[in-house]
């Protein structure tokens, strides 16, 4: 029986925003349009009884018995009248000619609505054929979407105020000058924030890893067998080569910053404590997997997508804290519109660009299986997603050490002990469903993906995890891995207790990492 896939795709259109954002567009252009209407109606029905009363007065007879002459004395053809003498008419017509502009006004904020609306749509269906195309029209339709989204709240304020105005001067008599200066402020204010973000160049983004660099010189083993997989998978090999003790493995083309400084170019990060439970052949897929993504230009795009990806964020994040910190519900309720209609956007080419991405890794599980061999890459995908939990487990031990005024010498030992001794079940629980940690690309579950390279889920999980032997562990590759392991075990420790995660305590080195570790 072949494992069907469990994880499903959401739809391209998130179809439920799509009608909060329709509903929170047209209201006030509606409720403007009609007002509007029912001004012109009042204005037509003033203007005809006093029309009504003056012929009455001065003729002796009912206008309104004479259609003839009624048309003829209709409001609209005295104000196209440019020898009409009425002031009282020209007040009136001034006043049509006022409403009439909110009416255009509520039709032109309901076409700009719909433009934004369907061009974000249109834009996102298009770019989910190509994802360069992606980029052009993420990049393009994000300032659009900006300055349009500016360009609405100017126009639902301008409608907002022209409607409170006009529906209290003819239906109540009164008008309350106070709220339609706070709402004119308010509005003015969110629409030039809005704007000036969207010049705002987008920031570089820079990946953050607390890891170590390794030189050429100083690692040449590591350096040969990263080189041979890079050849194999026909891409050039990375710049810079990076260990560290998260549980994660990738590839990135930003800026890296590490704890040796700021390293730029191609950049691949290798996690220790898994390249203690991996062999050297798991490891080989595994990288030939992220070289995949040099191959495939992935991180190409990644270099310039998240940039805008993260301006858009920004925005849509911007909108959030002047909702939820402002005590004015009124700029609460200003900013609601642009922040449904931003997070529609994010939200519509966020899905594209996750669909595209997991196209890529199903693709990079294939160079990496033609690498290592088909085997070793299904092994290292159960290992990666199954022990990836491990890592929050040391942390918890690293954390009770420190508070007990003890240290773990060697983190990734303890992780590596940790795996060995605990039975597979506790790892395979809800695998099917499982993703791994990632900084920026979305992965299929690990059931697509082992389906993608020929493999059944329930047969692979029927098996135990492959155990490494001491000699074939894929750690061995990096030279002096141990001095490695305890100079970042001490500075992860040190990074706890600055950043305030534990209290300071008095540090006495556990030696039972170092037990475990020959068990």
């Known amino acids: 029986m072949t494992n069907k896939p469990t994880d499903t795709k959401p739809p391209i259109i998130d179809f439920k925003l799509l009608v909060l954002v329709v509903l929170i567009s047209i209201p006030i252009p509606i409720v403007s349009s009609l007002t509007s209407m029912g001004i012109q109606s009042r204005i037509e029905s003033t203007y005809e009884s006093a029309l009504v009363a003056a012929v009455q007065k001065e003729k002796g007879f009912d206008i309104r018995k004479h259609p003839d002459l009624m048309a003829k004395m209709k409001l609209s053809s005295r104000c196209w009248d440019y020898n ?10 001034s006043t049509k000619n006022d409403v009439d502009s909110l009416k255009n006004l509520s039709i032109v904020t309901l076409v700009l609505s719909a433009l934004v609306i369907f061009g974000i749509l249109g834009s996102a269906l298009v770019s989910r054929f190509n994802r360069f195309l992606l980029l052009g029209f993420f990049r393009i339709g994000l300032w659009f979407t900006q300055i349009s989204v500016a360009l609405l709240v100017v126009g639902n304020a301008a409608l907002a105020i022209m409607t409170i105005y006009w529906a209290e001067s003819w239906f109540i008599g009164r008008v309350h000058v106070g709220l339609i200066g706070v709402l004119g402020l308010v509005s003015g204010l969110a629409a030039l924030r809005i704007a000036i973000g969207s010049f705002k160049f987008s920031r570089t983004v820079q990946a953050k890893v607390f890891g170590k660099r390794l030189g050429r010189v100083d690692y040449p083993g590591t350096w040969n067998f990263i080189e041979t997989i890079a050849k194999e998978a026909g891409t050039r090999p990375p710049d810079h080569i990076v260990v560290g003790l998260d549980p994660t493995f990738f590839v990135t083309e930003a800026s890296v910053m590490c704890i040796d400084g700021t390293l730029n ?11 203690r439970v991996l062999d050297r052949k798991e490891l080989a897929s595994i990288v030939g997997h992220e070289f995949g993504h040099f191959v495939g230009k992935d991180t190409s795009f990644s270099r310039w997508f998240f940039p805008i990806y993260r301006g858009a964020s920004d925005t849509v994040q911007t909108l959030t804290s002047n909702m939820r910190s402002d005590t004015n519900g009124l700029q609460s309720l200003t900013f609601m519109p642009p922040f449904l209609v931003m997070s529609f956007f994010l939200s519509s080419f966020a899905r594209i660009e996750n669909e595209i991405s997991r196209k890529r890794e199903l ?3 294939k160079l990496g299986s033609l690498i290592a061999g088909s ?10 997603h199954a022990y990836a939990t491990i890592w929050n487990y040391t942390q918890d031990q690293m954390k009770e050490a420190l508070q007990e005024g003890k240290v773990l010498t060697n983190v990734s030992a303890h992780f590596a002990s940790v795996a060995l001794v605990l039975p597979d079940e506790v790892f395979k629980k809800d695998l099917d469903k499982a993703h791994p940690v990632h900084p920026t690309d979305t992965h299929p579950s690990l059931s697509s993906r082992l389906q993608s390279l020929g493999a059944d889920l329930n047969n692979a999980l029927s098996k135990p995890i492959k155990k490494v032997e001491d000699n074939d ?4 590759i990096i030279e002096n891995f141990q001095t490695l392991e305890s100079e970042l075990s001490d500075l992860e420790h040190y990074r706890m207790v600055e950043t305030g995660v ?4 008095t540090f006495e080195p556990d030696k039972s990492d170092e037990k475990k570790e020959t068990a």
């Open 375 to 384: 085997d070793s890459m299904i092994s290292s995908l159960i290992k990666v």
């Open 84 to 93: 009409e003498s009425s002031a009282y008419v020209k007040q009136l017509c």
């Open 265 to 275: 170019g191609r950049t691949l990060f290798l996690s220790l404590p898994f390249c």
């Open 473 to 476: 562990r894929a750690v061995n």
């Open 363 to 365: 693709a990079a599980d």
């Open 502 to 505: 534990v209290s300071l305590g």
